[in-house]
């Protein structure tokens, strides 16, 4: 019987840390242990390239660039196609060559959603009242045969997310997520790990992702993460057909076609004085 009782207690008591936990305590802790606030916000842009790998050995180049407080531009290489999918704080756009389409267009509102979630630069945890995200403490549940706590995460715009976070290491190494696609509800999982430092701050270098319960997922892996690198707001910006944004087309000279030709006045006004002597070439 007493062994029975204390064979009890052992077990309560290592279940303390496990469960006596709030969501507020855990997401604090995971702040901290990616690099704290301070450096968290000293971030203002991160860079990050690599590959993609899917089924049947494809493979393709991406890239992704993020800028305060919520720019994102996300390029997909593929056979010397470069895709884009962007958003520059107020509009999302996309180039997909593949489809035959060399002109920037809208996206879609599930598109939207998507990439309105990846330009939140530090993630729905960090900050998440302020964002209109709710987190809460669900308990525990195994990933990969190890415990992790896990949390319910609502963003703002209504969608769901399970995070699943180390207990030893506080970050997250599983995300499941609910979605709205086309009317049906669709559930994805990613898997997050190989964690390493950039300017302070810990980031995964490995996520792979797909439909949950699937073996069809596609892995990313990062090659080069880089921080507080200077990237110019106009590369979130739709450009135009022909290629570029309306930011970079102000002071651009106008086109000759569109320009009225000059009269005899304005070019008699024009010309030097007789008595000006003429100038040397400039040398090339």
């Known amino acids: ?32 242990a990616i690099g704290g606030m301070d450096k968290i916000s000293a971030l203002k842009t991160l860079q990050r390239s690599g590959k993609f ?52 267009e809208p996206l879609g509102e599930d598109e939207l959603k998507d990439i309105i979630a990846d330009a939140d630069f ?33 963003l703002a715009n209504g969608e769901v997310r399970y995070y699943y976070m180390d207990t030893d290491y506080y970050v997250p190494i599983k995300i499941e997520t609910k979605r709205m ?29 797909g439909p949950k319960g699937s073996p069809q997922k596609g892995k990313v892996t990062y090659e080069k993460i880089s921080g507080n690198t200077s990237i110019a707001d106009s590369r979130f910006m739709q450009p135009s057909a022909a290629g570029k944004t309306d930011a970079q087309r102000q002071g651009e000279p106008a086109d000759a076609s569109q320009m009225q030709p000059k009269t005899q006045q304005e070019k008699q006004q024009a010309k030097p004085p007789a008595n000006e002597p003429k100038k040397p070439p400039v040398e090339r």
């Not at 077990?11 to 507020?24: E, K, R």
Request: proline share 5%; glycine share 12%.
């Open 53 to 104: 790998t899917g089924g049947g050995g494809f493979e393709a180049r991406l890239t992704q660039e993020n800028k305060r407080p919520n720019m994102v531009r996300e390029d997909f290489l593929i056979q010397g196609m470069d895709g884009v999918t962007a958003y520059d704080g107020k509009t999302g756009w996309k180039i997909e060559p593949w489809q035959g389409k060399k002109d920037p």
């Open 122 to 154: 530090d993630g729905p945890l960090v900050n998440y009242a302020s964002k209109g995200n709710k987190v809460e403490y669900v308990g525990t549940e195994p990933v990969e045969g190890t415990d992790a706590y896990k949390l319910k995460v609502t």
């Open 1 to 32: 019987m007493r062994r029975g009782f204390l064979a009890l207690t052992a077990l309560v008591l290592f279940a303390i840390p496990l469960s006596a936990q709030t969501a507020d305590e855990i997401v604090a802790k995971y702040v901290k």
């Open 181 to 209: 696609i086309r009317g049906a509800e669709r559930e994805f999982e990613s898997s997050l790990g190989d964690y390493k430092e950039v300017d302070g701050v810990y980031f995964p270098w490995s996520i792979e992702s």
